[in-house]
């Protein structure tokens, strides 16, 4: 089983600032990765598909980058509704993964 | 517009069964594979079981092999898990999820969610 593991646990920015995440898998996904969104009492949202491809909808200020087993989810100019819960996602072989999640969280 | 509806959850007793739908619409439905996804109270998300589009392919996470069956009906765009032997743990809110299109070879995600149904699971 690919073991993802997401960095950091938690992360405390203002808005407007940068957020940077991180997902390690414990071998190569190669471009394999989706990322979500979920916020308080809500199903997550898709907002980043193979590494590296915004979702429909999604803003601009999302994006995200990596291959193989370095992942990052970088979020500019964060905005008061972007603090939330991201999870990553492997689908290179079964099972599908997700990493434990980073708590972003209003400094 | 893409929805997911799911349904039958509830409280159950330990050893128990319960079989959960989750009704399809704003897509083509037999052309999707599906997903059901669990997320136990405070925690993560947990992939559950895979089915592919033409439902010939499944697949299931450790946790359920052996007691949970994934199926679906595409006359009816119905998606279906049976539990079988419920166990505590096995309290969570449960998602189905769609995977989307990805031309070529690359993951498209799972671009869709429904709002989960509340499994719980007690003695």
């Known amino acids: 089983e690919i073991v993802l593991t997401q960095s950091p646990a938690t992360l405390s920015l203002s808005p407007g600032e940068r957020a940077t995440l991180s997902c390690r898998a414990s071998?190569?996904?190669?471009?394999?990765v989706a990322w979500y969104q979920q916020k308080p009492g809500q199903a997550p949202r898709l907002l980043i598909y193979?590494?590296?491809n915004r979702a429909t909808g999604v803003p601009a200020r999302f994006s995200g980058s990596g291959f193989g087993t370095e992942f990052t989810l970088t979020i500019m100019n964060l905005e008061p509704e972007d603090f939330a819960v991201y999870y990553c996602?492997?689908?290179?072989?079964?099972?599908?993964?997700f990493g434990q999640g980073t708590r972003l969280e209003i400094k | 517009e893409v929805q997911l509806l799911e349904s039958g959850g509830g409280t159950v007793q330990t050893g128990g069964s319960l079989r959960l739908s989750c009704e399809a619409s704003?897509?083509?439905?037999?052309?999707?594979?599906m997903y059901w996804v669990r997320q136990a109270p405070g925690k993560g998300l947990e992939w559950v079981a895979y089915?592919?589009?033409?439902?010939?392919?499944?697949n299931y996470g450790d946790s359920g092999k052996g007691r949970f069956t994934i199926s679906r009906d595409n006359s009816k765009n119905m998606l279906f898990l049976q539990m079988n032997s419920l166990r505590a743990e096995d309290t969570a809110v449960y998602y189905c999820?769609?995977?989307?299109?990805?031309?070529?070879?690359?993951?498209?995600?799972?671009?869709?969610w429904g709002q989960g149904t509340l499994v719980t699971v007690s003695s």
């Open positions: 089915l592919s589009a033409s439902g010939g392919t499944t």
């Open positions: 704003g897509f083509t439905f037999k052309s999707y594979a």
């Open positions: 996602q492997q689908r290179t072989n079964w099972p599908t993964t």
């Open positions: 999820a769609k995977e989307g299109y990805c031309a070529g070879d690359c993951y498209s995600g799972l671009d869709h």
């Open positions: 193979d590494a590296s």
């Open positions: 071998q190569s996904v190669y471009t394999y």
